[in-house]
């Protein structure tokens, strides 16, 4: 039942709710009135079936982005059912990026797509691992919370599941909390988190409801889509007591509705709630596929809210009218030592696609692998390039590589983007080539080095355990007047996530800025060294923060709209 709504004028860039105001067109929609609806909490668990990477994650966030359109106030968690507390000491490859929340969370890649959506920001109630329920049962019985109880996983575990599924709906400051369940069901590990969801439907009645995402394969040889591997992932949820109530196929090929028919009559699910999820050539354009097919109308009306009306997706139009009619390609490297695997990179590479948008150019992403560069090649890898990133990272491997696409780079007067590790490269090559420094060095990858211009911060000395325990999410960051980054924010304090354990030497800072380059960024606090430039160069940049992090659909980050124009422009000197 709606309650009432509420009037809000927004002058941060992140609203929480869709704008009304007409600057929606022209992806502008800072300083506008902004209705939310207000209801009675409501629970959307998102489950998964056949096989894994389907993209639930996409599909919570177009959910959320269609209720945020209609004026409710959104969320989105994810539970990931492995035991590591949160997937910061985990390999790349293993999990793909690490996402930081600003407030200093390392958590799934998935919430990058959340924020990316919604345009809200998360924090460390929005991604809870096997690992922190585990470790909060077990700290709670040796504290004695249990009163001598024999700690099991019903109710004990299962508890501390639903306390956590809630935590954000009892804030009182969403309508809606949707919960990613990680995994395949069928799952061991996934096990406790459906009991959870099946105590959580049976309490919260029509509060609470299940979306149920599963694969629809075709077969190429006998040319026919194939529904049993769905029938028989929604027999196993049904087995732990849930029925879905929406199904969601994901498929290559469309389902035909005669055969959409044919699984939910199998499923016990209404024929319009079954919806397909067919490819798109970009995952921005599946909010606008579900609406299509009323996945928003049916949650409303299931879940006893009114459904009328559309949904203002005005400014999400407008990004994707930019996104589809761009012609002219902006060309831009990524050097890193993860390249094999593009979800390292996840939030880097959205952020240079939001900004080419934004500048109506077309991205063309060329991967570079850090371990094959040497100072012989690097001109055959970067010489067809407009612009250059020098990714984040940690450890030896691939960095000299680095090293020689920077000097490259730098002597080309490419422009150039180092992120964290990258920016500390930059700082290294600088020293070794244009200071004389020839040993110079981080002392992560080398303890000995006699010039350490980029040394451990001194409040990480007396650690020794590796998860998270960097310097970790938003910190402030005063950029001096006049430089070019300043120049790129419109204002001379930000605030970008961090995640990282060494820093730029300030012993060697009077030697740089003499040098050329520039200390343009610090810290307020620490006066820690959080962004470089050589004002000589087009553009030379390297931050010690993130700041893909913090760039969404509505609002690319500044510092990659300058950076992507700096490469047009290269691009229209160099053609």
Known sequence: MVRGFYLILHREPACLAVSRCQESAGLNVNNCITTFL?????????TGGVVSSLGKGIISSSLARLLLSRGYRVTIQKFDPYINIDPGTLNPYEHGECYVTVDGHEADLDLGHYERFTNTQTTRANNVTTGRIYQSVIDKERRGDYLGKTVQ???HITDEIKRNVKILGNTGKFDFVITEIGGTVGDIESTPYLEAVRQLRWELGRDALCVHLTYVPYLKAAKELKTKPTQHSVKLLQQVGIQPDILVLRTEKDVPA????KVAQFCNVEPDAVIQSLDAPTI????????????????????????EGEPDLSAWNAFLEKLSTATEEVSIGLVGKYVQLQDAYKSINESLSHAATHCDRKLKITYINSEKLTAENAGEYLSGLDGVVIAPGFGQRGIEGKFHAIRWTREHDVPTFGICLGMQCMVIEFARNVLGLEEANSTEMDTKTPHNVIDLMEEQKSISDMGGTMRLGAYDCDLREGSRVAEAYGTRRVSERHRHRFEFNEDYREAFERGGMQCVGTNPGTNL????????????IGTQYHPEYQSTVLHPNPLFISFIKAAVNYRKVRK
């Open 258 to 261: 005669q055969m959409r028919r």
């Open 284 to 307: 921005y354009q599946v909010p606008l596929m579900m609406h299509e097919q009323h996945l928003d109308e049916i949650v409303l009306r299931k879940m006893g809210v009114d459904a």
């Open 38 to 46: 207000h209801v009675e909490t409501k629970y959307i668990f998102v």
């Open 153 to 155: 996983i019903i109710p």
């Open 529 to 540: 060294v959080e962004v470089v430039e050589i004002p000589e160069k087009r553009w030379f």
